[in-house]
DNA sequence: TTATTAAATTGTAATGATTCCAATTTAATA
DNA sequence: TATTAAATTGGAATCATTACAATTTAATAA
């Protein structure tokens, strides 16, 4: 816990139980959460817990780079612990987002290019669609009945 | 405009006015625009035009792989008429999306990794976000005066 | 420990993109 | 020209997110 009081600490944030109930949240559930899934497991233990502050917080965390915002879900936000460069896979049938593990050696050539036309980047994305492993076995199987 | 009514009666989609319209619009304009830009500009010729024709037809030529829906966007959709794979550079600043003409060499092997996961892929997207270079520019002019 | 203050939290209302739906119109076909 | 499935329409509904003003609290200094 003194893991997410360090990050705050550095970031200049106010230590509240909220960032960190937050924080443990998204620590130990890697699947790219949205604000309400957060709110509503929180709320399970406090219940005086408003969505607004989740809200205001993922907004906080993303802002000093302490989490990631993803933005590829065409209708919600969804947050990410591992703000290191990674790339994902989002399934259109069950919307699950899948990270992928498989480093891109090409990023930092093709950033050089982006810069060089002058603009200023801060935050590189890449991510697939389609369809993911289990719902392709289930489609399978319904369609075999 | 044969090109158009070519692209629609390889899908299968009827040919109509709004969906020949809402391909020249995003054919003429590679900016990546929102529905409603699309919807107010071509209501000036249309008086009678539903927003919910745009919406409707975005989808379609979406699907069917005419056009391609970008959900790099944190609060609307954009378009592209491109459909070929490309990267982008979205501004925090302005909101601009700018195509990334460099094409990564490294894409076929990831999607061979994410396939060999068992996923089927449909869509590859890249995009970086930060600041454009005219954003970084007027910055700039506005903290030397 | 206590007082101070800027920041965090709250709940409600507002926003805004998008979708839903039922009625009407139309493109494609026979 | 008649038929019909698909397209269009407009208004209502949805739903994630934001705005806001009042209240509470974490951090700091006395």
Chains 1, 2 share one sequence.
Request: hydrophobic share 30%; net charge negative.
């Amino acid at each position: 816990m003194d893991e997410y009081v360090d990050l705050l600490k550095t970031n200049d944030l106010k230590i509240t139980h909220h960032r960190l109930a937050i924080l443990k949240y998204l620590d130990d559930h890697r699947t790219h959460p949205t604000a309400e899934e957060i709110y509503q497991h929180l709320k399970k233990t406090n219940p005086g817990l408003s969505r607004t502050t989740i809200y205001n917080n993922l907004e906080t965390l993303s802002d000093s780079h302490i989490i990631q915002r993803l933005t590829i879900c065409p209708t919600e936000h969804r947050y990410d612990f591992n703000i290191g460069m990674h790339h994902h896979f989002i399934c259109k049938e069950c919307g699950d987002i899948i990270d992928v593990d498989f480093q891109c050696p090409t990023v930092s050539s093709i950033k050089k290019h982006v810069a060089d036309q002058g603009h200023r980047i801060e935050e590189v994305h890449g991510y697939f669609k389609g369809i993911c492993k289990d719902c392709l076995e289930k489609k399978r199987r319904e369609q075999s009945e």
